[in-house]
T-cell receptor
């Protein structure tokens, strides 16, 4: 079965600074990888996903992530944080051996003015 | 027009009661899900239906019973509520059951069992 580890339950960045959220996965077959964002009191929405093809994936709101098979990682970055990026971020993995999406424990991002 | 809507948004009830949460999607999707998010924000799949047929049934107490009257609706009924059932429950939908599909989430139902 696949699983996800998100390193760092809480990340605090200054406005305009780089945002880096770490995600490592385990999967016995090629994975499908996702980043979802949850704003306060809302449901999750997709930031970006990797299924096949180009390993650098661009998403909404200036976020991007790179699939690195050798490192079993799918870290999320944004060059310049905005106050509106304050939210909970979830990395998730699935694969063709399973019908379900497995989520990491989440990383809370706070942005300092 | 909300794509995935859940009702109620908040539910406060006593231990031992029975309650239901309703979910509707207007995206024309075939597959719907229920997730539980605990107090540490950990999100775990509970059930999934594809075209009204149960395809995922995780290790969930049988006090929880999902029902899908049609593919646009997936309701969750909980019998004999316990303190540990307090959580946020999210409904989601996707185009079909392929795991690489995007899932669209409702805003959640915050259940508090007293």
């Amino acid at each position: 079965a696949q699983s996800v580890t998100q390193l760092g339950s809480h990340v605090s960045v200054s406005e305009g600074a780089l945002v880096l959220l770490r995600c490592n996965y385990s999967s016995s077959v090629p994975p499908y990888l996702f980043w979802y964002v949850q704003y306060p009191n809302q449901g999750l929405q997709l930031l970006l996903k990797y299924t096949t093809g180009a390993t650098l994936v661009k998403g909404i709101n200036g976020f991007e992530a790179e699939f690195k098979k050798s490192e079993t990682s799918f870290h999320l970055t944004k060059p310049s944080a905005h106050m509106s990026d304050a939210a909970e971020y979830f990395c998730a993995v699935s694969d063709n051996n399973d019908y379900k999406l497995s989520f990491g424990a989440g990383t809370t991002v706070t942005v300092r003015a | 027009d909300t794509a995935v809507s859940q009702t109620p948004k908040y539910l406060v009830t006593q231990m031992g009661n029975d309650k239901s949460i309703k979910c509707e999607q207007n995206l024309g999707h075939d597959t719907m899900y229920w997730y539980k998010q605990d107090s540490k924000k950990f999100l775990k799949i509970m059930f999934s239906y594809n075209n009204k047929e149960l395809i995922i049934n995780e290790t969930v107490p049988n006090r929880f019973s999902p029902k899908s009257p049609d593919k646009a609706h997936l309701n969750l009924h909980i019998n004999s509520l316990e303190l540990g059932d307090s959580a946020v429950y999210f409904c989601a939908s996707s185009q079909d059951a392929r795991v690489q599909n995007i899932q669209y989430f409702g805003a959640g139902t915050r259940l508090s069992v007293l």
